[in-house]
């Protein structure tokens, strides 16, 4: 299983532009999920899903689309990036264990945008 | 106030030490909680899951505390490869979601 991965490693983008971070996991994991890491704040949440064609905000979601089309795939999108959303970013998923009760949450690899 | 704080650390502590970290957290009905190890520019990884009843995995004890609303790990015996940043990550009830704490560093020295 090659777990969770992410495309691509590292971005620069100039203010303005779009683009697609691509997330995909082969554990058959329900949730997935967004986040990025800025220095002294932590891991934020972005957006997440529980499962194919359901998704929600977390607690940063504004300038990011996702979609959940498929059980594997879980791609953030930057509308009009800015500088304020240089970051690592990284995707995760886990299982449900019921209820709302999850399980070890499995991490990509992390992808390192910056926006200049 | 954030829904998860750390220590901020950073500890610096000579190999073979014993070190402890605490995490408080604001909901009261949160059902799951861990402790995450990240290591210099990688992704977090789950070092362990805590139980209401505390559990060992070796080195490393976690604890939680419902009353007063805390987690705890506890490293004996430190080792130079422990050297990293202890993330407590809670599953707040009644959200689908999971907050993480901003993490405490620790660097074992020999």
């Known amino acids: 299983n090659a777990g969770v991965t992410q495309t691509p490693k590292f971005q620069v983008l100039k203010t303005g532009q779009s683009m697609t971070l691509q997330c995909a996991q082969d554990m058959n994991h329900e949730y997935m999920s967004w986040y990025r890491q800025d220095p002294g704040m932590g891991l934020r949440l972005i957006h997440y899903s529980v499962g194919a064609g359901i998704t929600d905000q977390g607690e940063v979601p504004n300038g990011y689309n996702v979609s959940r089309s498929t059980t594997e795939d879980f791609p953030l999108r930057l509308l009009s990036a800015a500088p304020s959303q240089t970051s690592v970013y990284f995707c995760a998923s886990s299982n449900h264990l019921g209820g709302q009760v999850y399980n070890e949450q499995f991490f990509g690899p992390g992808t390192r945008l910056t926006v200049l | 106030r954030k829904e998860v704080e750390q220590d901020p650390g950073p500890f610096n502590v000579p190999e073979g030490a014993t070190v402890a970290f605490n995490c408080t957290y604001s909901?009261?009905?949160?059902?799951?909680f861990f402790w995450y190890r990240q290591d210099c520019r990688k992704e977090p990884k789950l070092l362990m899951s805590v139980y209401s009843s505390g559990n060992e995995d070796g080195r490393f004890t976690a604890q939680l505390n419902r009353a007063s609303q805390y987690i705890s790990l506890l490293i004996r015996d430190s080792k130079l490869s422990d050297s990293a940043t202890y993330l407590c990550?809670?599953?707040?009830?009644?959200?689908?979601?999971?907050?993480f704490g901003a993490g405490t560093r620790l660097t074992v020295k020999p």
């Open positions: 990550v809670v599953n707040p009830f009644l959200t689908n979601d999971m907050r």
């Open positions: 909901n009261s009905a949160s059902q799951s």
